[in-house]
């Protein structure tokens, strides 16, 4: 009798697509029809919106800018401390070091979203009670606690690109009197770059879907363009949830539904920008090392 176990094997892959278009028609058909300037502006022109010069209150439109000024920020505080750990893990770092780094990087990336929210919300309630009374949450908190959560996908995608390489590329260079400085900044990151950049979308796309972080550390609803670091504002993820809790009439639900495949639509264009990044890394890797052998 054969075993069960290569059909179980098939219809696993099966199950998953099924559930992911089960899930993204279930969007186009309650979604799609509210698709319009009007979902983002409401009865407001988009140029005045968009400038700031008349609120929007039944668009989402402030809701897409703070999402994006969550994003950048986010990855503003995130960047530099997540490549400069990559760089130390793949070129400095002993394997003992490496080790406990790595393990680290990975009780981080494991920490739930809700831990990290609670974190940013004890530390306001510290900084109240000690240093600064008039603390409260804001965007810069939160941008804070999603850098915290992001931060190991940068560390990792940064350590992989440089670790995947071609050793030819560090020995030529020490052959050329160069240090190893110059060799990290002139000659390894700019290769690796490709797949930098795809460890960065990657870390976008799980900052602007985020709402358990946002919800305890400054997002609110109905808070109108981000007026600056330390001020509430409104993100797409947590208008989802509002929608969802809180909707009147069946409008208000419908424009719940759109911001979902809003928020989906975008989380899905940045995951395939890393795809289509990292495939083109993979090429240009692949190019090097058949250069290589046939030198």
């Known amino acids: 009798m054969k075993s069960p176990l290569p059909w179980l094997l098939r219809l696993a892959p099966l199950l998953l697509v099924a559930v992911c278009a089960v899930l993204l028609i279930f969007l186009l058909q309650r979604g799609l029809g509210t698709f319009s300037l009007s979902l983002l502006f409401g009865d407001v022109p988009p140029l005045q919106a ?59 990336a494991g920490t739930p979203s809700i831990v990290m929210g609670l974190f940013g919300f004890t530390l306001i309630v510290f900084l109240r009670q000690t240093f600064l009374p008039n603390a409260n949450t804001s965007l810069l908190l939160s941008a804070g606690c999603l850098s915290l959560l992001v931060l190991p996908v940068i560390v990792s995608s940064s350590c992989e690109a440089l670790r995947a390489l071609p050793r030819d590329l560090r020995i030529t260079a020490f052959a050329l009197g160069m240090t190893k400085k110059t060799v990290i900044s002139k000659i390894l990151i700019p290769q690796a770059s490709q797949g930098i950049a795809a460890g960065l979308i990657l870390a976008l796309a799980r900052a602007a879907e985020d709402t358990a972080v946002i919800m305890l550390t400054g997002a609110v609803a109905n808070a109108g363009l981000p007026a600056g670091l330390f001020d509430k504002f409104e993100a797409l993820p947590f208008a989802i949830y509002y929608t969802a809790g809180e909707y009147q009439n069946t409008e208000e639900l419908a424009r719940g539904f759109g911001a979902a495949l809003l928020l989906l639509l975008l989380s899905v264009l940045l995951v395939l920008t890393a795809h289509f990044l990292e495939r083109r890394y993979l090429r240009q890797r692949q190019g090097f090392h058949a250069a290589g052998r046939a030198r």
């Open 50 to 108: 968009i400038f700031g010069q008349r609120p929007v209150w039944d668009g989402l439109w402030p809701a897409c800018a703070g999402t994006l000024c969550l994003v950048l920020l986010t990855l503003t505080l995130a960047f530099l401390p997540g490549l400069g750990c990559g760089i130390y893990l793949a070129e400095y770092a002993s394997p003992g070091k490496a080790s406990f780094i790595g393990l680290a990087m990975d009780i981080l």
